[in-house]
């Protein structure tokens, strides 16, 4: 298995398969493949193919799709490619035992079919946060290799025991599932009234976290203005 990133401002990932070779993707989300590749769709991929199900509902609730799509390559062998949804950059994780990680919902591109893809942490925030929708991060889990998307510019820390970091919920990206998140009210009544968020994410060392220059919220509300107004029509009788 071969990939390349091809691109810049919106980069695709394309993973080259040699014949017997398989890759696992959300429904829908491939952008273009070589003809032959072979595709099955199926609740069962992940954890070795073991997954059933009860896999395919912690992928719902962590904010993915039930069904996954299997890519096995042709005798022949071909590639998949996959666009990103926002401008950004497109990382590759190695996942073992040792190293599992937490993404942010939609994040997830693609893996090998080892990996597992579920619910890792479920927040409700303020009004002021994703609209109120609240955070919910995806674990990427067993033992294989998954590849991300992150949006905007990524800004790399490595925390030490003890060292912690306050971030904007938003643009906290990717972390190692092993190290502590929580969340802190912004404290002083002002910055409640006036601060352009209720809560920050608190999270601490010893690991690595991925921060994002762009949140798809706030790219959101930079370009609402510019969006034509809805106008509804109604009749009346004279």
């Not at 390349?4 to 491939?30: N, Q």
């Not at 890792?120 to 109120?132: P, S, W, Y």
Request: proline share 6%; net charge negative.
């Amino acid at each position: 298995m071969q990939t390349r990133t091809v691109g810049t401002t919106m980069p695709v990932l394309e993973v080259s398969l040699s014949p017997g070779e398989r890759l696992v993707a959300e429904g829908g989300e491939v952008a273009w493949l070589t003809p032959g590749m072979g595709m099955d769709t199926s609740t069962r991929f992940g954890s070795g193919g073991k997954g059933g199900f009860m896999s395919g509902l912690k992928r719902v609730l962590g904010g993915g799709q039930l069904f996954l799509t299997e890519y096995s390559a042709p005798p022949s062998g071909g590639f998949v490619a996959f666009a990103t949804q926002l401008p950004g950059v497109i990382r590759e994780l190695r996942i073992d035992p040792a190293d599992h990680f937490m993404v942010q919902s939609d994040s997830y591109m693609c893996s090998t079919p080892d990996v597992e893809i579920s619910v890792g942490l479920q927040k409700k925030l303020g009004a002021g946060i994703f609209g109120g929708t609240g955070l919910v991060f995806q674990k990427l889990s067993g033992n294989g290799t998954a590849w991300v998307q992150l949006s905007g510019e990524i800004v790399e820390y490595d925390l030490q025991p003890g060292q912690s970091m306050l971030v904007h919920p938003g643009h906290l990206a990717l972390y190692r599932a092993e190290m502590a998140l929580e969340f802190a009210t912004v404290k002083g009544v002002k910055n409640k009234l006036f601060g352009d968020s209720l809560m920050l994410a608190q999270i601490h060392g010893p690991g690595h976290i991925w921060l994002q220059s762009m949140t798809p919220q706030k790219l959101a509300a930079a370009i609402e203005p510019y969006l034509p107004e809805k106008t509804t029509s109604s009749t009346s009788d004279t």
